[in-house]
Antibody
Framework: EVQLLESGGGLVQPGGSLRLSCAAS????????MNWVRQAPGKGLEWVSV????????YSADSVKGRFTISRDDSKNTLFLQMNNLRGDDTALYYC????????WGQGTLVTVSS | DVVMTQSPLSLPVTLGQPASISCRSS???????????LNWFQQRPGQSPRRLIY???DRDSGVPDRFSGSGSGTDFTLKISRVEAEDIGVYYC?????????FGQGTKVEIK
């Protein structure tokens, strides 16, 4: 069974940083691209970032480009999202998702940006 | 970016009756490889999203056959043949053929 377990969320002040992690199990992690998708409170879904198999290629939404960095550690079956210079509109539940077409989702980790 | 427009945004339904959600894309979501990466997701209250349909009409494993996807060009539809109580939630379409991937606004399905 595929399991994706996000962690690292919390309350942070504007301009601060957080690093999210996603521990994957139940599938061969290194053979899948991985994505982060977020959902602001009471709002819809917004794709954030993707990393290719092997990690050589990454893309991010314009709204986070230059501030967020996606990475992976295939030896630990773990996906990361380094978030810097956080803003109020980054407040959201952040989901780790499997594959190019988001076939499995974690339970999410909540990031709250507020002073 | 490709804009995905869903309608209606709210869909009151009667249990046992059919339901239909429309998704229109601002440009054809046909990928250069010839596939159409148009997905549908279900998000039940308090839960994470779950993919139901991929590549327009392929059902994910474990998805009841009362769910079906169809469409071509820029118009796509998710149909529920007979709504059950567990189908209540928000449904999203998403295209992943053109960069960046984009979602529709979501359609809230609720009991009438």
């Amino acid at each position: 069974e595929v399991q994706l377990l996000e962690s690292g969320g919390g309350l942070v002040q504007p301009g601060g940083s957080l690093r999210l992690s996603c521990a994957a199990s139940g599938f061969t992690f290194r053979t899948y691209a991985m994505n982060w998708v977020r959902q602001a409170p009471g709002k819809g879904l917004e794709w954030v970032s993707v990393i290719s198999i092997g990690g050589s290629t990454t893309y991010s939404a314009d709204s986070v480009k230059g501030r967020f960095t996606i990475s992976r550690d295939d030896s630990k079956n773990t996906l990361f999202l380094q978030m810097n210079n956080l803003r109020g509109d980054d407040t959201a539940l952040y989901y780790c998702t499997k594959g190019d077409w988001l076939d499995s989702w974690g339970q999410g980790t909540l990031v709250t940006v507020s002073s | 970016d490709v804009v995905m427009t869903q309608s209606p945004l709210s869909l009151p339904v009667t249990l046992g009756q059919p339901a239909s959600i429309s998704c229109r894309s601002s440009q054809s979501p046909v990928h250069s490889d010839g596939n159409t990466y148009l997905n549908w997701f279900q998000q039940r209250p308090g839960q994470s999203p779950r993919r139901l349909i991929y590549k327009v009409s392929d059902r994910d494993s474990g998805v009841p056959d009362r769910f079906s996807g169809s469409g071509s060009g820029t118009d796509f539809t998710l149909k529920i043949s007979r709504v059950e109580a567990e189908d209540i939630g928000v449904y999203y379409c998403m295209q992943a053929s053109h960069w960046p991937p984009t979602f529709g606004q979501g359609t809230k399905v609720e009991i009438k």
